[in-house]
């Protein structure tokens, strides 16, 4: 069992920066990719990145390829979404999600209570 709360949403204007923290409790959050997902109002879950247990691979989907980045550190049981260039598209609600290496919502079963970030433009 994994538990994980997310932190570091907030306001910010476009072509801001914002960095996301998602602290895990449990010993075993080094066993787990770590996706983080977004939603947007009336929208379905979205892909947005993922990190191997390792920490050694990333993926990202296109849309925030080159602008966000994830990173993960094992001994503090805690992964990272540093996102630069924020545009109003980027405005959702930012999730992580403890499961196997995918962008598939699916894989992923433990999840966080989410954090909005709003851009304004």
């Known amino acids: 069992q994994v538990q994980l709360v997310e932190s570091g949403g907030g306001l910010v204007q476009a072509g801001g920066v914002l960095r996301l923290s998602c602290a895990a409790s449990g010993r075993t959050f080094s066993t787990y990719a770590m996706g983080w997902f977004r939603q947007a109002p009336g929208k379905e879950p979205e892909f947005v990145s993922t990190i191997s247990a390792s920490g050694d691979s990333t993926y990202y989907a296109d849309s925030v390829k080159g602008r966000f980045t994830s990173s993960r550190d094992n001994a503090k049981n805690t992964v990272y979404l540093q996102m630069n260039s924020l545009n109003p598209e980027d405005t959702a609600v930012y999730f992580c999600?403890?499961?196997?290496?995918?962008?598939?919502?699916?894989?992923?079963?433990?999840w966080g209570q989410g954090t909005q970030v709003t851009v304004s433009s």
């Open positions: 999600a403890a499961g196997t290496w995918s962008r598939d919502v699916g894989a992923y079963p433990y």
